[in-house]
């Protein structure tokens, strides 16, 4: 599956973003799909995951509340809604998909098998 993020830019804190990730290939009811996120010099930390059916997600601890994860499947499209940034939310967000099917594994970067280009999200202060 080829994943293309979108939506990233420039906000000011407090502001709100939202990033797609589109999918072709294999549609994301094989997946189970994540957010994560990677600032300049640091390792990339998961944001978020949904599972395949949308019935679960996940989120990190720092995004919880901000953010929302979800997904349409019949557009074959993920979202990230971001709600009140900060400037610590600056980084290039990824979105991931992977065959693992333990909603608890998701945070884990390694297992995802498929990457976007990632999308620069940037929140000034």
């Known amino acids: 599956v080829q994943l293309q993020a979108s939506g990233g830019g420039l906000v000011q804190a407090g502001g709100s973003l939202r990033l797609s990730c589109t999918a072709s290939?294999?549609?994301?009811?094989?997946?189970?799909m994540g957010w994560f996120r990677q600032a300049p010099g640091k390792q990339r930390d998961f944001v978020a995951a949904?599972?395949?059916?949308?019935?679960?997600?996940d989120y990190a601890d720092s995004v919880k509340g901000r953010f929302t994860i979800s997904i349409d499947i019949a557009k074959n499209t993920l979202s990230l809604q971001m709600n009140g940034l900060k400037p610590e939310d600056t980084a290039v967000y990824y979105c991931?998909?992977?065959?693992?099917?333990?909603?608890?594994?998701?945070?884990?970067?390694?297992?995802?098998?498929?990457w976007g280009q990632g999308t620069q999200v940037t929140v000034s202060s």
């Open positions: 991931g998909a992977t065959a693992w099917s333990n909603i608890a594994t998701l945070k884990n970067r390694k297992i995802y098998a498929y």
């Open positions: 290939g294999r549609t994301f009811s094989s997946y189970n």
């Open positions: 949904i599972t395949r059916n949308g019935g679960t997600t």
